[in-house]
């Protein structure tokens, strides 16, 4: 058994125990192995996207579909976003002082 797991009451044996362990171990180990091949394999669009967080501070799912599928964003999608976007942190803090000022 791994050290430090939680032991239940006896119910199984020693061996039983172990062939679990040991298969949850596996199962574990297979899933890293995934998630580290799914991330490698998308580096490239990962950095696009962090790019575009830096530049433009929020993209919406349209715009994330859109850096996956092409490796850009589309004009039309900017355009849209200069209308309707989430507002950054600097933007709601000169809102709130803007408020206060004129209260």
């Not at 998630?35 to 929020?58: F, W």
């Not at 709601?92 to 803007?98: L, Q």
């Amino acid at each position: 058994m791994i050290p430090g797991a939680y032991n239940p009451p006896k119910s199984i044996s020693e061996q039983t125990a172990y062939e679990i362990d040991a298969e949850v171990r596996d199962l574990l180990n297979e899933a890293r192995n995934k998630a580290a091949e799914i991330i490698q394999s998308n580096r490239e669009t990962h950095k696009l996207i962090a790019e575009a967080l830096l530049k433009y501070e929020t993209l919406d799912s349209n715009q994330i579909k859109s850096i996956y599928e092409t490796g850009k964003i589309s004009e039309d999608q900017l355009d849209e976003d200069k209308e309707s976007h989430a507002l950054s942190y600097d933007e709601i803090k000169s809102k709130m002082e803007e408020n206060k000022s004129a209260e």
